[in-house]
């Protein structure tokens, strides 16, 4: 079982900059599986208690000189610890950076990049050797190594399980409205933490997206109309214009063409700190059964308007039972 591959610019810049500080947000530790094709971080598939996240990226999107192998089909799966990742990556960006004159050597086309690999080694005081993803930069003079602790790599089994959970994750709600603000939206739900711990989530065909907070005593939650809808979509009538926002709703509800799910404010704050990945457009949209809320986050392909295939992100909430509010 070998991996080893250098990032590049564009990688570390995505890892370090943006997809790590918002995959630390959701979850300290998560699976990295690597393929022959891509490198997805996944939170939560396996024992779907909290919030689910797939972050997958091209293997060109984050590195060069990409080198794996493995006895089940070239595919490689373990937890790693996110923050200790992010640290390690900025330290050891930092270090380079400021010592680059030293560190370079001038001949080497690999001089001064990251490289980044699985190693086994013997740590003090231990007898058996362990598992690392070692971070490091080598130089002329010098050299910068940074040693992740993992996991044992996942089993042939375990693998397989953990990719049925990612095909399962894909499945897309019938309808998705995309959502204006996310900052603005974090906001709402600071508030919305004061009051309760349940959050009723409200979507419709028409482009509504309500969510809000409700105790015996007080009610709070905001609302936005005539989003952007993908997929099923249809258009309000007439007489539900002038109806209050709980009216229109339970309408929009019996003709089927809303939804609506309780989740945990928690789980939704923390999915929205998927904005540090600083993503284009996000959608918000409610699986068939209600049995999830899918948030999915769209990037563009800098300077135009064109989605980048070769990244992803997008998250699950699970739904709670009606009777926990």
Not at 138 to 149: E, F, L, M, T
Not at 277 to 296: N, R, V
Request: proline fraction near 5%; include cysteine; charge should be neutral.
């Amino acid at each position: 079982m070998k991996f080893k591959a250098f990032l590049t610019d564009n990688g570390v810049n995505l890892l370090e900059k943006r997809f790590l500080p918002a995959l630390d947000k959701i979850g300290k530790t998560c699976h990295l599986y690597l393929t022959r094709d891509n490198a997805i971080f996944l939170h939560n598939l396996l024992n779907g208690d909290g919030v689910q996240s797939v972050a997958q990226f091209r293997i060109q999107a984050l590195f060069d000189d990409y080198r794996i192998s493995s006895q089940n089909d070239d595919r490689i799966a373990f937890t790693i610890d996110v923050s200790l990742l992010l640290r390690a990556l900025r330290s050891t960006v930092s270090i380079s950076s400021e010592y680059g004159a030293d560190v370079a050597a001038p001949d080497s086309d690999s001089s001064n990049r990251l490289q980044i690999k699985l190693v086994k080694k013997l740590p003090p005081n231990c007898t058996v050797a362990m598992p690392f993803l070692t971070v490091e930069t080598r130089g002329y003079k010098s050299a910068v190594i940074q040693d992740i602790p993992i996991s044992k790599p996942l089993s042939r089994a375990q693998v397989v399980e953990l990719q049925n959970a990612l095909e399962m994750a894909q499945d897309l709600p019938q309808t998705l409205v995309q959502v204006p603000d996310l900052i603005q939206l974090q906001n709402f739900v600071d508030r919305m933490k004061n009051v309760g711990d349940v959050l009723n989530v409200f979507i419709s065909k028409y482009g509504d997206l309500r969510v809000d907070v409700s105790t015996t005593l007080i009610s709070l939650g905001a609302e936005f109309r005539k989003l952007l809808v993908i997929g099923e979509q249809a258009n309000e009538p007439a007489e539900d214009q002038n109806l209050s926002a709980r009216s229109r709703s339970s309408k929009s509800i019996s003709r089927g063409d809303g939804q609506t799910v309780q989740v945990s404010v928690k789980h939704f704050s923390k999915s929205l700190q998927c904005h540090l990945s600083k993503p284009d457009c996000a959608f918000y949209g409610i699986a068939p059964q209600g049995s999830c809320l899918t948030m999915i986050f769209q990037f563009f392909i800098p300077g135009s308007r064109q989605s980048d295939k070769s990244i992803s992100l997008h998250c699950r909430l699970p739904v709670l039972d009606p009777g926990s509010s």
